[in-house]
């Protein structure tokens, strides 16, 4: 008998947390244009059909952070950018916030994998080359933020 979790049970996490991505970037994304506050944002997202698939932990946990800990997030961001933040495409900078949030706070998670799941948000969302922007700029900034695990990983 295995003392981890089965394979079937990891997949199905890890598709609630990309829906809770998912759902956090469109969340963010209407913060960010509207101003509505963010416990009024999270209650409407929680009413959407199809919430119930995803890590509803997870997506409070995105928003809150992100929106809680932006001065920190566009700052860890800010050398890898041509630009300030606030002139970035709103699609890509709430992509931005969302794995910078990510590769900060959640060391669980490699950073190859928050950069694919921000580039393939990205490409969903965002515009024609907006995943290449969103790679780029990661993946600079993933060099320093999260130094050790990059060398090991070389």
Same mark, same amino acid.
């Given at each position: 008998? +295995?003392?981890? *979790?089965? /394979? ?7 598709? #609630? $947390?990309?829906?809770? #991505? ?13 101003? =509505?506050?963010? *416990? =009024?944002?999270?209650?409407?997202? #929680? %009413? ?12 409070? %946990?995105?928003?809150? @952070? ?5 001065? =920190? ?12 933040? %606030? +002139?970035?495409?709103?699609? !890509?900078?709430?992509?931005? #916030?969302?794995? @910078?949030? =990510?590769?900060? &706070?959640?060391?669980?998670? *490699? ?5 694919? %799941?921000?580039? !393939?948000?990205?490409? /969903?969302?965002?515009?024609?080359? +907006? &995943? ?10 993933? /060099?320093?933020? $999260? /130094? ?5 990983? $070389?």
């Amino acid at each position: 008998m +295995s003392a981890g *979790p089965d /394979k079937h049970d990891q997949r199905r996490q890890n598709h #609630r $947390r990309r829906r809770a #991505r998912r759902l956090a970037l469109q969340a963010l994304y209407q913060w960010q244009m509207t101003g =509505e506050s963010v *416990p =009024e944002i999270l209650a409407q997202f #929680r %009413e959407n059909e199809g919430f119930e698939n995803a890590d509803a932990a997870y997506f409070d %946990e995105l928003v809150r @952070g992100v929106t809680g800990g932006l001065d =920190e997030i566009d700052a860890a961001l800010a050398p890898y950018l041509q630009r300030d933040m %606030e +002139s970035v495409d709103p699609v !890509e900078r709430a992509v931005l #916030r969302l794995a @910078g949030y =990510e590769l900060l &706070h959640r060391m669980d998670l *490699p950073y190859r994998v928050v950069i694919n %799941e921000a580039i !393939e948000l990205a490409k /969903k969302f965002g515009a024609d080359q +907006s &995943h290449r922007f969103v790679n780029g700029v990661l993946d600079n900034a993933v /060099k320093d933020l $999260r /130094k050790i695990e990059v060398q090991a990983a $070389r």
